[in-house]
């Protein structure tokens, strides 16, 4: 990433932050502070073995959050901001 870009979506980010946990659940573990992608691999894991060990039948969808993010509207992305009820400034 160019340099300002990396600067634009690091101050979006902390604009953001206060905002998170009434967009988010609790299970969202992606730009929150002290909660780590770690953790949501273990309990993925975790979930998968007591599938595998119960024979219950799951499907999995993986999203590729970079190229989600590299064909975002700057319009939608404003349009999203208003609907979650984000201050403007």
Not at 2 to 14: A, D, H, P, V
Not at 41 to 64: A, P, T, W
Request: net charge positive; with cysteine.
């Amino acid at each position: 990433m160019n340099t300002g870009y990396k600067i634009s979506s690091n101050i979006l980010c902390e604009h953001l932050q206060p905002h998170m946990d009434n967009i988010f659940g609790k299970c969202q573990c992606w730009f929150r502070n002290g909660n780590s992608t770690i953790d949501q691999i273990q309990s993925m894991r975790q979930i998968l073995e007591k599938n595998s060990e119960y024979g219950i039948s799951r499907l999995h969808l993986f999203v590729d959050l970079k190229a989600a993010c590299d064909t975002i509207r700057g319009n939608k992305l404003l349009e999203a901001l208003k609907e979650f009820k984000i201050p403007q400034n």
